[in-house]
T-cell receptor, first 114, second 113 residues
């Protein structure tokens, strides 16, 4: 069974700080990694994706991937109260049956304190 | 409107009744998915479809039925609703390669009493 693990939190950071969200996955054949943001009562919204080892930056967000350690993270710089949400890590397997399926972690709840 | 829409947004039904949740997307995405989201369990895949007339079970399919006669529609039917099916249901769609992840509908909050 493919598993994606996240710390459920809540993770509390002061406004302006860096929030660090972590995710580990069990399937070594995983090839695509996604971060979704979900506000309370809303649907998940894709904010970042990463396929290659290393860092990928988009505005205040940086996704980091280490396939050897089966670890992916999301950094949010200059955190704002509007970043308060649950962040879902999702992993897609490599080529083959079910390769289009995403496996989701249970999410980390982030609270940015003004 | 372009996008993926779900209906209804809220539904209350009684135990034993049949209920259908609707999902419609305008992008002609090949893949469509139904998830349920429950506290403590996260998002769990119920059924998915790779194309019209092709569907398959996900992690928690029992008690649910799907069909996909047209690419744009992917309804989910609870044949005989039970209280354990009280949940928030999300429909999602994706391109053939899925390199852009999934796009989710706004969800249906279903309560079975």
């Amino acid at each position: 069974q493919k598993e994606v693990e996240q710390n459920s939190g809540p993770l509390s950071v002061p406004e302006g700080a860096i929030a660090s969200l972590n995710c580990t996955y069990s399937d070594r054949g995983s090839q695509s990694f996604f971060w979704y943001r979900q506000y309370s009562g809303k649907s998940p919204e894709l904010i970042m994706f990463i396929y290659s080892n290393g860092d990928k930056e988009d505005g205040r967000f940086t996704a980091q991937l280490n396939k050897a350690s089966q670890y992916v993270s999301l950094l949010i710089r200059d955190s704002q109260p509007s970043d308060s949400a649950t962040y879902l890590c999702a992993v897609k397997s490599g080529p083959g049956a079910g390769s289009y399926q995403l496996t989701f972690g249970k999410g980390t709840k982030l609270s940015v304190i003004p | 409107d372009a996008g993926i829409t779900q209906s209804p947004r809220y539904k209350i039904t009684e135990t034993g009744r049949q209920v259908t949740l609707m999902c419609h997307q305008t992008w002609s995405h090949s893949y469509m998915f139904w998830y349920r989201q429950d506290l403590g369990h996260g998002l769990r895949l119920i059924y998915y479809s790779a194309a019209a007339d092709i569907t398959d079970k996900g992690e928690v399919p029992d008690g649910y039925v799907v069909s996909r006669s047209k690419t744009e529609n992917f309804p989910l039917t609870l044949e005989s609703a039970t209280r354990s099916q009280t949940s928030v249901y999300f429909c999602a769609s994706s391109t053939l390669t899925g390199t852009d992840g999934y796009t989710f509908g706004s969800g249906t909050r279903l309560t079975v009493v």
